[in-house]
C-alpha cells in the first residue's frame, strides 16, 4: 500500500502562484511514476503532469509552460508549482501514484490516490 497525502491548496488571485506538494509513505519502493491530476465540479478528473522516478515528465498540452512538476526522491515528495493561475484553474488536485513501469501518460495506471486538496483561483 502507497499513502499520499496532498498539501499546498488554497485560495489565489489569478495571475497568482501556488505550489503544491505530495508525499508518499508507505511501500514508496514500488512507485515508478507519480502524477497530479485535476476534477473541477461536474467535469471529469483530468491529468495535469507526471514524472517518474528518473526525472521524465509528462503534461497536459494546456499546463504546458505554466505548471512544473518535479520531485525529491529522497523525501518520496512530488511538487506541482503553478503560475499565471486562471479561474479556469480552479479544481480539486489529486495526486496519485503508478507503479507500471515505463508508462507515464495513461491515467489507468495510476491506482494510488491522495484525498485531494482545493485550489481555487479568484478572477
Known amino acids: 500500500q502507497v499513502q499520499l497525502v496532498e498539501s499546498g491548496g488554497g485560495l489565489v488571485q489569478a495571475g497568482g502562484s501556488l505550489r503544491l506538494s505530495c508525499a508518499a509513505s508507505?511501500?514508496?519502493?514500488?512507485?515508478?511514476?507519480m502524477g497530479w491530476f485535476r476534477q473541477a465540479p461536474g467535469k471529469d478528473r483530468d491529468i495535469v503532469a507526471a514524472?517518474?522516478?528518473?526525472?521524465?515528465?509528462y503534461y497536459a498540452d494546456s499546463m504546458k509552460g505554466r505548471f512544473t512538476i518535479s520531485r525529491d526522491n529522497a523525501k518520496n515528495t512530488v511538487y506541482l508549482q503553478m503560475n499565471s493561475l486562471k479561474p479556469e484553474d480552479t479544481a480539486v488536485y489529486y495526486c496519485?501514484?503508478?507503479?507500471?513501469?515505463?508508462?507515464?501518460?495513461?491515467?489507468?495506471?495510476?491506482?494510488?490516490w491522495g484525498q485531494g486538496t482545493q485550489v481555487t483561483v479568484s478572477s
Open positions: 514524472i517518474n522516478w528518473s526525472g521524465n515528465t
Open positions: 496519485a501514484a503508478s507503479s507500471v513501469i515505463g508508462v507515464l501518460a495513461d491515467p489507468r495506471v495510476f491506482r494510488s
Open positions: 508507505g511501500r514508496t519502493f514500488s512507485i515508478y511514476a
